[in-house]
């Protein structure tokens, strides 16, 4: 059976620059289905369904980096689903995950206008998940990463499940730009969450692909 076509994305005249996106985004027009960004001045809306590898590989970092977050008390982690806005450079989006440090809640890097019933993020997070997919490679690996590293985002975590080889690197915030920490033993230390982390892949018992998000902290595995 052939997949679905999905429905064109009319995007309105009016919706010109970053706060008419925004004006858009919140309302009942804006499409409920699909990837819609504003990305530096343009809009990129991608339909495509999500596939297994990133909606696995998402969920364990989700599982993992939350229950971290809550279990030492140190800030909130968010999952797909919240939108992050930064106006300094234009950027309308919503990545598959964020964290943010009490420390930068009580700064004014970020705010969430409406509290529990915010719809966004809005400022610089301490640290951004995306996950790379065929239709998101070029936005994750090269537009995002500049728009990132100009709104200040000390971490980007950029995992990519495709092909043989399971890539995961933590781009650290540098004077000129985003670089990849150095692994050891497949480990890489995030300055964000005081640990190191090690993605690892899998087959389970159905034959598809299972991934782990190992954390330890010094010498000692949690």
């Known amino acids: ?28 027009d804006f499409p409920e289905r699909g990837r819609i960004a504003y990305l530096g001045g ?15 590989v998402k969920s364990e970092f989700t599982i993992v980096l939350g229950a971290l977050a809550n279990q030492v008390g140190i800030g909130r982690f968010y999952g797909d689903g919240m939108r992050l806005t930064n106006a300094g450079v234009d950027l309308s989006s919503e990545p598959d995950g964020m964290f943010l440090s009490f420390g930068t809640f009580e700064s004014d890097r970020v705010q969430l206008t409406e509290g529990p019933d915010s719809l966004e993020v809005e400022g610089c997070p301490d640290m951004v998940l995306e996950v790379v997919s065929p ?11 500049d728009l990132y590293w100009r709104a200040g985002v000390q971490e980007y975590w950029l ?3 495709r092909g043989d080889i399971l890539a ?5 915030h540098g004077a000129k730009g985003y670089t990849a920490v150095r692994k ?13 982390f090690r993605l690892t892949r899998q087959v389970d018992r159905t034959g598809l692909p299972a991934y782990t998000l190992a954390v330890r902290q010094g010498g000692a595995r949690i």
């Open 184 to 196: 050891q033993g497949g480990w890489v230390k995030s300055a964000v969450f005081g640990r190191s």
């Open 159 to 161: 995992v990519d499940p």
């Open 42 to 56: 343009d809009i990129w809306v991608d339909m495509s369904m999500e596939r297994e590898a990133h909606n696995q």
């Open 1 to 28: 059976m052939p997949s679905p076509v999905p429905d064109p994305v009319l995007i309105p005249k009016w919706v010109r620059d970053l706060a008419s996106f925004r004006r858009w985004a919140r309302s009942d």
């Open 168 to 172: 995961f690197d933590i781009l650290r």
């Open 135 to 145: 239709s998101s490679e070029e936005k994750d690996t090269a537009i995002l990463r």
